[in-house]
């Protein structure tokens, strides 16, 4: 057996259930909704500086730090990143929980609330407690190790990962992404695209549409040559199709059943490919609706650009990947799989800076109930992600003599 491997196990033997319930629990009994982070934020800094590293409130926007907590190496090593979200989506229906959606609560092997799984549980607390591990056991490391929870993961918001990635408060050489993956390694990444479509018109009273020009008909329009058209892509062999989807749609004075609607607006969601551009998907959708208005004079029809990622593949030339199965595989006793996912998260903004990554975590999202009532984190997952973790840390960062 040699040194470093008696070295991990003797870290990974540090990792108990005990230990991770309890700081879950805790992350639970902490509401975060987007936007009403500060408390568990807060309080998982004073977490990582009571275990010794240097932690801090990192603020993309006002009253809502992002945790960063830093370990210093001696130099040497890969500087490695390991990420989580503190914020939720609501506990929709409290009548269809079956347990408190903020109590944490532990049954049949599961531990319930409001981001166990996603991903106070899974990202937060199993990467904090393997840090902790390797401190605990003495081990000076080469590399930075950076344990980070974001802000604003949920929206797609400017204040979380976007605004760490771009101020530089950190550089990780590799980042890893605490998600849920049912862990598996999320190597294949589909890009976010959300466009606003914006159709005007001119009002008239409801009985004589004919003196208006009804911004609802030009939209539907819009709507039906898309889904009839669609847009040009390749299929990806992991990914699979791109797919839109519309998520909302806003028109007219407000209920006002007489009144031709002089404005409509509705919201696109793309799940692009790689070899795809954000950039150039907007221009095809422009595309359509020049195509309309060229037929349809009285059609105004204006598309923008609301957020988005780019899509990635993350295969080739990426340390992170080769290590984090090498480890999985020394944790699980099995290699575990590649695939894709839909969107890069947090990790799309280290993407775009040319860091290397993957996602990695416990939990899945339909199993567990993600962004849905009696949301949970199977323990089992729990433990062997944190132990994955920790291995994978002495791996990049790499141990100093």
Known sequence: MSDLTAMKDRVLARIQ????????????????????????????????????????????????????????????????????????????????????????????????????????????????????????????????????GTVDEEVLGPAGAKFLAKSRVIDPDICLYCVHSDMEVKAYFKGIFWARLVSKGQTAHGSMPQMGVNAITRAARFLVDLEKSGLPYKKHPVLGDMTISYGWIHAGPERKYNVVADHCEMGIDIRTLPGQSTEGVLQELRRVADRIMADDPQANLTLDRFDGDEAFEMVNDNPTLDIIKRVAAEVMGAEPRVGGTIAAGDLGPWFALGKKGVGFGPGDLERGNAHKENEFLEIDQLVAASRIYAAFILETAGVAE
């Open 17 to 148: 259930e005990k230990d991770l319930i309890d700081l879950s629990r805790e992350l639970i009994r902490r509401p975060s909704v987007t936007g009403q982070e500060k408390e568990v934020s807060d309080y998982i800094v004073s977490v990582m500086n009571g275990i010794g590293l240097d932690a801090r409130g990192v603020e993309g926007q006002p009253g809502r730090p992002n945790a960063v907590g830093t370990l210093r190496g001696v130099g040497g090593g890969l500087n490695t990143m390991l990420s989580g979200h503190l914020d939720t989506v609501p506990i929709g229906d409290p009548k269809k929980w079956i347990t408190d959606p903020y109590g944490g609560e532990v049954i049949g092997g599961k531990i319930y609330g409001r981001g166990s799984m996603d991903s106070k549980g899974g990202g937060i607390a199993s990467s904090v407690i393997a840090l902790k591990a390797i401190m605990d056991e003495g081990i000076r490391l080469k590399g930075d190790v950076h344990i980070v």
